[in-house]
Nanobody
Framework: QVQLRESGGGSVQAGGSLKLSCAIS????????MAWFRQVPGKAREGVAA????????DYATSVKGRFTISQDAATNTINLQIDSLKPEDTAMYYC???????????????????WGQGTQVTVSS
């Protein structure tokens, strides 16, 4: 059974950076679809970055383009999310998600993914 574990969240000031990591355990195909989502209380989960590892193909939400970078570390079987120029509106619980197959047009949709981590909190103060 595939499991995901996020790490790297924390509290930072606006303008700072964080690197979130999602460790994958269990057997997966050589090419998988991975994404980072975020959620604030009372709002729907928002896809912010996605990667198809066999491509590699990446996709980003418009609100984070130029500040978020998703990448794969094959050596550690980890998907990372580098977040730069953090803004208070980036405050959220961040989740990683995995699906064995996907379409490039649905990479940032919550319904694409069946396997989810527990989340890591990011808090940005102004």
């Amino acid at each position: 059974q595939v499991q995901l574990r996020e790490s790297g969240g924390g509290s930072v000031q606006a303008g700072g950076s964080l690197k979130l990591s999602c460790a994958i355990s269990g057997d997966t195909p050589s090419s998988i679809c991975m994404a980072w989502f975020r959620q604030v209380p009372g709002k729907a989960r928002e896809g912010v970055a996605a990667i198809v590892t066999g491509g590699p193909l990446t996709d980003y939400a418009t609100s984070v383009k130029g500040r978020f970078t998703i990448s794969q570390d094959a050596a550690t079987n980890t998907i990372n999310l580098q977040i730069d120029s953090l803004k208070p509106e980036d405050t959220a619980m961040y989740y990683c998600a995995l699906q064995n197959s996907c379409h490039r047009t649905t990479l940032l949709l919550e319904r694409t993914y069946r396997t989810w981590g527990q989340g890591t909190q990011v808090t940005v103060s102004s």
